[in-house]
């Protein structure tokens, strides 16, 4: 079945870094394009970032621009988010999804603290 297993989150300081991964397993990765949601709590969760299947296209929410960078390995049924000078806002659960014949597959999370 469909696995998508987030990892990397974690407490970091406002201007700090984070990579997070998400490990894909139960489909043939490289046939996806895939992406990166948020959310807070109260809050609807929004876009992140997104990559095709090759990698050779990649988009992003304007409040994340020149600060995050989306990327895959189909080798290793794997896609970052590289997340540099983070902000307090950046504060969210981050999550993973793939659509397959029209549904949605979500992973479990991972949280992201942004504070001092």
């Known amino acids: 079945q469909v696995q998508l297993v987030e990892s990397g989150g974690g407490l970091v300081q406002p201007g700090g870094s984070l990579r997070l991964s998400c490990a894909a397993s139960?489909?043939?990765?490289?046939?996806?394009?895939m992406s990166w949601y948020r959310q807070v709590p109260g809050k609807a969760r929004e876009l992140v970032a997104a990559?095709?299947?090759?990698?050779?296209?990649?988009n992003y929410a304007d409040s994340v621009k020149g600060r995050f960078t989306i990327s895959r390995d189909n080798a290793k049924n794997t896609v970052y988010l590289q997340m540099n000078s983070l902000k307090p806002e950046d504060t969210a659960v981050y999550y993973c999804?793939?659509?397959?014949?029209?549904?949605?597959?979500w992973g479990q999370g991972t949280q992201v603290t942004v504070s001092s």
């Open positions: 139960g489909f043939t990765f490289s046939s996806y394009s």
């Open positions: 999804k793939i659509i397959i014949g029209g549904r949605n597959y």
């Open positions: 990559i095709t299947k090759t990698g050779g296209s990649t």
